[in-house]
């Protein structure tokens, strides 16, 4: 392409709310034929709800777990973060004795959760099931829950004091309505769509399924995510690879694909790691970033 065609391109790109950062992404991405959608944030509304949190404690009322995960998450940037604090708000009633509990060291581990100590000496872990000592780790009535939460695509979150499983978060996280469509857009475009997610597998499957995505990549950290790309354009020398992310835990992955792509809305480190942004956060964006790109390189040879 002329660079007349890629300042072209780009203005068409500006125009839709299409942020281009260069003519070699602009290239790449007429090329590409493969997209990974990460999934909270990003195929979903990433506004999550909790809809119940169920108890398996003889030590903490549902109440009293609620108000230690919010402690614990209130400074916390993860969107499920702000869910649990906000249904502790909801949940508290007026006669209720405060948690006047402080965090003293926190730490998150992306794609799995956070843990924390509390000044009064308890140590709370919130997160996968990974994260709270893998499935053994987690009584059988709790594992049935969450299982049956997340057939239903609901994101399950443990919720560990002083390594026993207390009690665990059943999350809804609906995907956006414009998702299943442009899954369907893309593959007109011979584009083939897959998930990767640090979610469990049964949650990511039925989200993918939901979108009407057959390839689905759970449990995977910033990193996973990133070594994913590399191996599907080893084993595939022919696949030029897009992903679309929102979030911290995406921009290795942003940064190692072919064309990233961030979610307008999204956290600025995945916004810098990628060559174009969707400025609208509007996911059909995404087959018209790869639209724009066909047509701007279409004519050369
Ligand atoms: P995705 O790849 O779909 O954007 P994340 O990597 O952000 O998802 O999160 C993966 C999983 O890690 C979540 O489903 C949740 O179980 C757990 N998790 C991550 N951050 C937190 C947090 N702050 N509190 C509780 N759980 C968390
Ligand atoms: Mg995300």
Redesign the pocket.
Known sequence: ATPTAVMVGTGVGASNGILIKGADGLERAAKVNKVLF????TLTQGKPKVLELRVFSSTYSQQQLAEIVAVA?KD?E?P??HSFVKYADETTKSNDEPNKDKVISSQ?I?????RCVMESGISVH???EKLVGGAENIPHEARKFAGEHQSEAH?V?FVSINNAVEGVFAVSDPIKPEAAGVVAMLARMHIECAIV???NIETAKAIASECGIQNVYARMSPKDKAEKIAEMKNTNPDAVIAMVGD?I?DAPALASADVGIAIGCGTEVAIEAADFVLMKSDLEDVAVSLDIARETFRKIK
């Open positions: 990460d999934k909270t944030g998450e916390s993860h499920l973060a998150v992306p794609g799995e959760g956070l919130i997160g996968n994101t979150v997610t640090g979610d979030g835990n």
